[in-house]
């Protein structure tokens, strides 16, 4: 098993950057690809970005490509969002997560991945 905390979260102006940690408990945190969901106010939890064990391999949703950065220090037992160029709409609880399978691809569906922090608040102001 592995815990997730997540930190980082705060208030913005929109056009501002952020960077979310996620630091997990156990030896083995190497094994996991790891993954940052989000969920607004009224909507469904969804995929924001991902990386492989390793490092080597990243996805993003289309709404963050270019703006938003993942990666992960496997030393350190974490793994990071840096978010720059936020937008209103970027507002909501920032979740990571990790994945125990050892799949070919980074996966983009919650259902995939099997632990998840308790979740931190990323408000963008207009």
């Known amino acids: 098993q592995v815990q997730l905390v997540e930190s980082g979260g705060g208030l913005v102006q929109a056009g501002g950057s952020l960077r979310l940690s996620c630091a997990a408990s156990g030896r083995t945190f190497s094994s996991y690809a790891m993954g940052w969901f989000r969920q607004a106010p009224g909507k469904e939890r969804e995929f924001v970005a991902g990386i492989n064990r390793s490092g080597s391999i990243t996805n993003y949703a289309d709404s963050v490509k270019g703006r938003f950065t993942i990666s992960r220090d496997n030393a350190k037992n974490t793994v990071y969002l840096q978010m720059n160029s936020l937008k209103p709409e970027d507002t909501a609880v920032y979740y990571c997560?990790?994945?125990?399978?050892?799949?070919?691809?980074?996966?983009?569906?919650?259902?995939?991945?099997?632990?998840w922090g308790q979740g931190t608040q990323v408000t963008v102001s207009p």
């Open positions: 997560a990790a994945d125990s399978l050892r799949r070919p691809v980074v996966p983009i569906s919650r259902l995939e991945y099997d632990y």
